[in-house]
């Protein structure tokens, strides 16, 4: 079996009662869909999980027991806080998707959401079948943590795949030269450390800054600017999470940033805590993490948003060999109703 994406994108991933799975859906649909994550989780009476996430940008749509949404990217992190026993099942699109996939602008979207039936491919008639057929086979999964393992769970994960599959090729086929160009500016934004300037990755496409604003706002309603800073934040994030001995001064200067007051100011803005805040939560006992975050969260951060975005070592694109940056070359170049956030569990969710 293939090696399951993963993601930067889920802050704080390991929580116990909780468990994701992340698959991608094959071919003829890598230039649309990032991934599928379905997180599952049972806790005991009375316990929270609150969940950290830092979204991709990209759209995601989630399916649970309760609403079936489409939710656009946001460049803030959302705090999730799990109870009870229940599943989601969510789709990490590229950017490429955004005005496929709804005719509401994206900058009117991120940030928010809107019911599926509302989005073009929900209101079709596959659309509306899709999210029901997803139900039926959770709900049939009688032991949903049990489902995620083993054979059971490659049963459901196989049934889900062709539900997508069959509603969103017809999708796929629809993804121009204008929506491949937003994915390569995106995944060299993600995945080239060495560019920290919206004008470099311009360079790297061929295209005018302008010119790329306004591709980068038209499939995801963010700007270019935030697909580079998205990742910095991601890769600190995680970073302090599995290696809180880091040093932060270190690390703002290994992430590009010109000085550490400069990197303390948008990573508080972001994650609304400081480096050490996350550093030192990190550090405390599991019991007094647990009692910490769930008294606290960041402003703004109603109930969250889909990990897809889990999204950071990426799923590679139909068997394409990674791309050398041509940054590298250019760089210093001038140049019921659902929930406001949805259940976060690649993020995957930038």
Not at 151 to 156: D, R
Not at 235 to 247: E, H, K, N, R, V
Not at 318 to 333: D, E, L
């Amino acid at each position: 079996m293939p090696e399951s994406p993963r993601s930067k994108g889920h802050l704080n991933p390991g929580s116990a009662g909780l468990r994701f799975d992340r698959f991608e859906l094959g071919a003829g649909l890598s230039g649309l869909v990032r991934h599928v994550w379905v997180p599952r989780w049972s806790l005991p009476d009375g316990e929270v999980r609150p969940q950290r996430v830092l979204t991709y940008p990209a759209f995601n749509i989630v399916i649970t027991p309760e609403y079936a949404a489409l939710f656009g990217p946001d460049s803030r992190v959302h705090v999730q806080e799990l109870r009870g026993t229940s599943w989601a099942v969510g789709i990490l699109f590229r950017p490429a998707a955004g005005p496929l996939l709804t005719a509401t602008d994206p900058v009117a979207l991120a940030g928010s959401s809107e019911p599926l039936s509302a989005t073009l491919v929900g209101a079709t008639s596959a659309g509306a079948a899709s999210a029901g057929r997803i139900r039926e086979v959770m709900a049939d999964s009688a032991d949903h943590m049990a489902a995620s393992v083993g054979s059971q769970g490659e049963i459901v994960r196989d049934q889900i795949v062709r539900i997508l599959r069959d509603w969103l090729l017809p999708v796929a086929a629809r993804v121009d030269d204008r929506g491949r160009l937003v994915n390569e500016a995106c995944r060299l934004a993600e995945e080239d450390p060495d560019l920290t300037r919206a004008a470099d990755l311009a360079a790297c496409l061929g295209v005018s800054p302008r010119s790329l604003e306004r591709l980068v706002r038209s499939h995801t309603g963010l700007t270019p600017k935030w697909l580079i800073e998205c990742r910095r934040l991601q890769q600190a994030a995680t970073t302090l999470f599995g290696s809180p001995d880091t040093d932060l001064s270190v690390l703002a200067a290994d992430l590009g940033y010109t000085d550490y007051p400069h990197f303390f100011r948008q990573y508080q803005r972001v994650l609304g805590e400081s480096p050490r805040a996350t550093r030192d939560h990190r550090l405390m006992p599991q019991g007094a993490r647990l009692r910490n975050r769930t008294h606290h969260s960041a402003p703004n951060c109603a109930i969250e948003r889909p990990y897809p975005r889990d999204t950071r070592s990426p799923p590679p694109e139909s068997n394409r060999s990674p791309i050398k940056s041509p940054c590298h070359r250019q760089a210093g170049r001038p140049g019921a109703p659902p929930p406001k956030r949805p259940l976060a569990l690649h993020l995957d969710t930038r």
